[in-house]
């Protein structure tokens, strides 16, 4: 009898033994795999949680269709629509796709959890893009693809019609693009050729956002040369709102369309001197954030729902009409290196050095991630949850209007 009860005893033992190596294992695995969260504006399926509504807090994701396509290299948030590429060349989008800008071949209403998009599967595609309401699709042989709305010609087809897939933009068939940027109604494209890198713009241009001319132009449908980069080596292009970016070789940032602030708007690109060297630009639809070289954020403009972080400082972010907006260093951030800078259409967000997520701005949906609908002036700490703190790998953020997402990959 003793044996027998020995016996089960030991059975026991192994079986919670058995029971705690496989949730370690889990955990192990867990720790291995990339992790996806998201919150903010929910209502057409943009979050990827399958619930149409708000989210106040990260919430982490399940997303099969998403982590069997392999890691993402690159999210783009839009208005209300988000666009996966994958370290593969493969994309997926989800949420609101009433124009066409999912690129499934039909205006859905919305979507709730990624799909790949079919029509690009026999290309290795290398960047992507969203805009408010129109996508755009970098390959690796250089072709751009675009879809979604094309009322203002952002799609560069030569017309005003929407796509609801992708359509091979025959403009740069024989030039070979880079990059790719979508503003709310209007397109960058990187192109680069034998004189160089050029900069081409189509769509809305009724804010000076396209540079195309010395004019004011109502919109574009093909793409024409953006002007005042002779001699100027540009690396990286942005757009959102009625604004337009772009960092050149040597760090230096240039904006142009829209003016931030009390400035006016600029038909053509403008220099804004500064003492640091630039890695990165960001755009909402009042202002930029740009990440210097060494690790600090400024701020252009951001008068609007609290973005400027320090409130008094208002009032030194623009000049006189007519000459560009000031750079500021963000306040609340001394002390801190920040690695990666996302603009939602009001709000911000970084990370710094050491992973920690820090968000500001419009809260009104809950894209703060601060469990509120609360306006924040400046930088506050984002909790992805104990399981997941001072945990090794990097974290990247990505904002959309009134959403943002954060991805964790493993070391």
């Known amino acids: 009898m003793a044996t027998a009860a020995m016996e089960i005893n030991q059975k026991n033992k192994q079986s919670i033994f058995e029971q705690n190596q496989q949730e370690e294992d889990n955990e192990n695995q867990r720790e291995k795999e990339e992790q996806l969260w998201s919150w903010g504006a929910g209502t057409d399926g943009q979050l990827g949680t399958v619930r149409l509504q708000d989210e106040l807090l990260p919430q982490l994701l399940n997303l099969p269709s998403l982590s069997s396509a392999g890691s ?23 949420g609101r796709g009433n124009s066409g800008q999912l690129g499934h071949g039909d205006m859905a209403n919305n979507l709730l959890t990624p799909k790949p998009v ?24 250089g072709y751009v693809f675009t879809c979604g709305d094309g009322s203002f010609g952002q799609l560069g087809h030569g017309d005003y019609r929407s796509h609801c897939s992708p359509v091979k933009v025959s403009f740069f068939v024989n030039k070979h693009v880079e990059q790719i940027a979508c503003g709310m109604r209007h397109s960058l494209v990187l192109s680069k050729e034998s004189s160089g890198t050029l900069l081409y713009g189509f769509g809305s241009g009724k804010r000076g956002q396209l540079a195309i001319s010395t004019d004011r132009i109502k919109s574009v449908n093909t793409p024409d040369g953006t002007r005042g980069f002779d001699g100027v080596q540009i690396i990286t292009i942005a757009a959102n709102g009625d604004h337009s970016a772009a960092l050149s070789a040597d760090g230096e940032l240039y904006t142009w369309g829209r003016g931030f602030g009390a400035s006016s708007d600029f038909l053509s690109p403008q220099h804004l001197p ?19 070289d060494n690790g600090e954020v400024f701020m252009l403009g951001g008068n609007h729902h609290g973005k400027l972080s320090n409130p008094e400082n208002t009032t030194l972010s623009k000049h006189l009409s007519g000459e560009a907006a000031v750079l500021e260093r963000v306040p609340g ?57 001072h945990k090794d790998g990097t974290v990247r953020v990505y904002c959309g209007s009134g959403f943002t997402y954060a991805i964790r990959s493993p070391p």
């Not at 599967?121 to 805009?131: H, P, R």
């Open 333 to 389: 951030l001394d002390g801190m290196k920040v690695a990666e800078i996302a603009a939602g259409a009001e709000h911000s967000a970084v990370v710094t050095e050491e992973g920690a997520i820090k968000t500001w701005g419009w809260g009104e949906h809950g894209q703060l991630g601060l469990g509120s609908t609360s306006d924040e002036s400046s930088p506050r700490t984002v909790s992805l949850g104990d399981e997941v703190q």
């Open 274 to 292: 500064s003492s640091s060297k630039f890695s990165k630009v960001v755009l909402g639809w009042n202002h930029a954030l740009v990440l210097s």
């Open 118 to 141: 079919m029509a690009l599967e026999s290309y290795f595609i290398t960047q992507v893009s969203a805009g408010w309401s129109h996508s755009g699709f970098v390959s690796d042989e």
């Open 72 to 94: 993402v290299s690159i999210l783009a948030c839009g208005g209300a629509h988000v666009v996966a590429l994958t370290s593969g060349g493969k994309v997926l989008t989800w």
